[in-house]
């Protein structure tokens, strides 16, 4: 389960994407939409978080559109740096939100 897929630790890196925005474009679709998308196609049940009406309409705007086995290898090669989970125990990662988040 990715709780908060878009948020929290690196949207900007999501949305921005140039990547995410390329694979976007062949669809008619945001970045973000990319990755909720991939997510989904993994299996992987995806809950994003928005208080935005128009970002709600779009996160749920996932299910007209399948990715090429192409578009997933290319996404799932830009996370290297981890496993692609956090650990909510860890204090450095406590900390970070904490500061960040407040």
Same mark, same amino acid.
Not at 4 to 28: C, D, F, H, M, R
Not at 31 to 37: H, I, K, M, N, S
Not at 68 to 92: E, L, V, W
């Given at each position: 389960? %990715?709780? @908060?897929? $878009?948020?929290?630790?690196?949207?900007? @890196?999501?949305?921005? #994407?140039?990547?995410?925005?390329?694979? @976007?474009?062949?669809?008619?679709?945001s970045?973000?939409?990319? %990755?909720? !998308?991939w997510l *989904?196609? !993994?299996?992987?049940? %995806?809950?994003?978080? #928005?208080?935005?009406?128009? !970002?709600?309409?779009?996160?749920?705007?996932?299910?007209?559109? *399948? $990715? *090429?086995?192409?578009?997933? %290898?290319?996404?799932?090669?830009?996370?290297?740096?981890? #496993? @692609? *989970?956090?650990?909510?125990?860890?204090?450095?990662?406590?900390?970070? $939100?904490?500061?960040?988040?407040?």
């Open positions: 389960m %990715a709780w @908060g897929p $878009l948020g929290g630790q690196g949207v900007e @890196g999501i949305v921005k #994407s140039e990547e995410l925005t390329a694979i @976007g474009t062949k669809y008619n679709k970045a973000a939409q990319v %990755a909720l !998308r *989904t196609q !993994r299996g992987i049940v %995806a809950i994003p978080k #928005s208080t935005h009406k128009e !970002r709600m309409a779009q996160n749920i705007d996932i299910f007209d559109f *399948t $990715l *090429t086995d192409d578009d997933m %290898a290319q996404i799932g090669k830009m996370n290297q740096h981890d #496993s @692609g *989970t956090i650990n909510f125990n860890d204090p450095k990662f406590v900390k970070y $939100l904490i500061e960040n988040y407040g």
